[in-house]
DNA sequence: GATTCTGAAA
DNA sequence: TTCCCTTCAGAATC
């Protein structure tokens, strides 16, 4: 019994004891049908929810499989209820399909009892053909629908699986190129990114061509994108967060594939080319000229004959692209991310509208592998002087938020942080550019905002990449920038309300493999007694889940032991 | 015709 | 819930 690291409630929560043996190894199979919500010291709760399920199902995991993990971790079994409802969820993915027969769609359930159910939904009935439903275990949905009645069934509590297919699309002959352009290096895919293009192609439990794949940062999603494209062979959109990565996708097209300049289209604010293979920004799609006016770019969508369209960084999709994206089911939709987790909450629509979740690679099997480095991450205790503590406590919670982020007493604690890894490229990362500005004149570092002119960026990066400056200071420019250089060691300052995404995004900055030993550094700080520590757990939480853990040290005690850490602190987080 | 600035939107 | 960054279109300027 002593040496199961799980305890399985009824209430469908999972609590994982961090510090047993055997929890790194559930870990990563506990996540993969469960989602993290709290992580105190030492004991982390996970909540088993009907999405959760979901996606796990859909990228091959049985009720059978799930109830077996559970079963052979926890300590004092598992409650029956949880494991009926856990059957009863699963078995519930793919009990509704949507198929098609000849020219029409239809939805069939082998349960007449549940369809019936459906079939009498006010919400629903707009969506169905007006013929009369003769058949006990199809309604007919309008050509038009599909994507609106898997949104509205999986609100309902019935995830669709849509097996009714694709249109082909332009043909775009697309090949890999087996030694890159540009350095003439041998180039294929790794292991774990054949295997992403394969489950987005063949699905999981069910027929694929749609679907979400979810990479850590460093793991080459565009990469993947471009296996994908190459397998189909169709002219393909390519949606993407900026235009930093709209010409990173440009490069690395022409890199790594058979496709000429000519092939590839850029569209946005100055060029507005449609090309066999184009790329835009979100932003372009959803630019409207007023609050209320008409999205004036949505008809790319119906602009060429797509066979694939790749929503990169899936989790930022905009509501408009949704709904836009709910009109063009017929098309192959791949989305790439880091993270199914929105700060908006709107998972459920990536699930049905752009596809449920194939594969999914842990960030520590990538670590194992070296692929990127192992982190260390701290969170370094800042106390607060007096003064600042004075001011603190007598604000209103909007400014005490900035106050301790912005708390003075951080520029030592990097002034010796910067110390303790002299020689190694390191950014310092924050939130309030006036904090910034003065720890660049602290600290004699030059510092990157969004002011800051593109040349001189460039050179600043330039120069942080050949080592000629050995520490950079960085706004939230960090959180776009994909050419900024990568670094062996971060530190982060000050951070937004709670964002996982930008903790992640900022730890995929050191996680480019290290020579030596393999090894980056990422510390937090965060005021000591104030919100921030509240915040900083929310922040932490996703990359808790993905297996790290944050050693948290007051600042005094790490002063005391000179330069050494001290582990025996214990881990905490989330 | 190209560049730089501005406000609006998210 | 903030602050910050990015991007668009259109106007102004060279």
Known sequence: ????????????????????????????????????????????????????????????????????????????????????????????????????????????????????????????????????????????????????????????????VDVAGYQDGEPVPIALRPSLRASGKPFGLRDYQEEAVEAFYRGGAAAGGSGVLVLPCGAGKTVIGIGAMAKLGRATLILTTNSTSVKQWRQELLDKTTLTEDDIGEYGADRKEVRPITIATYQMLTHRKSKDGEFSHMKLFGERSWGLIVYDEVHLLPAPVFRATADIQATRRLGLTATLVREDGREEDVFSLVGPKRYEVPWKRLEAQGWIATVDCTEVRVPMSGETLEAYRKSGAREQHRIAGENPAKLDVARQLLDEHRGN???????????????????????????????????????????????????KVANFAVDLPDAAVAIQVSGSFGSRQEEAQRLGRVLRPKEGNNEAHFYALVSEGTKELEFAMKRQMFLVEQGYRYRSVGWDERRADGLSATPEEGEQAG
């Not at 349960?111 to 169905?128: C, G, N």
């Not at 309030?432 to 990157?448: F, H, I, K, M, T």
């Not at 330039?462 to 200071?473: D, W």
Request: hydrophobic residues 40%; neutral net charge; proline residues 6%.
């Open 425 to 475: 490229p390191t950014l310092v990362i924050g939130q309030y550019l006036d904090q910034l500005g003065a720890l660049s004149e602290e600290l004699g570092c030059p510092v990157v905002t969004g002011e800051t002119p593109n040349a001189e960026r460039e050179r600043l990066y330039a120069a942080f990449r050949k080592g000629e400056i050995g520490v950079l200071i960085v706004s």
């Open 1 to 160: 019994m002593k040496d199961k690291p799980i305890i399985v409630q009824s209430d469908f929560t999972v609590l994982l004891e961090t510090r047993h043996p055997k929890a790194d190894e559930v870990r990563p199979k506990l996540s993969s049908f469960a989602d993290l919500r709290k992580s105190p010291d030492g004991l982390h709760t996970y909540r088993i929810t009907p999405l959760s399920l979901w996606n796990a199902a859909s990228a091959g995991a049985t009720a059978e499989s799930i109830v077996e993990t559970l079963t052979a971790y926890a300590k004092f079994g598992v409650p029956a209820a949880v494991v009926k409802d856990i059957r009863a969820y699963v078995n519930r993915y793919g009990l509704v399909r949507i198929e098609r027969e000849g020219k029409q769609l239809m939805l069939r359930c082998d349960d007449p009892e549940v369809l019936k159910a459906i079939s009498a939904y006010d919400s629903l009935r707009s969506y169905w053909e007006p013929s009369p439903m003769d058949h006990r275990h199809t309604i007919a949905v309008r050509l038009t629908e599909r994507g609106s009645v898997k949104q509205e069934l999986m609100r309902l509590g019935y995830p669709v």
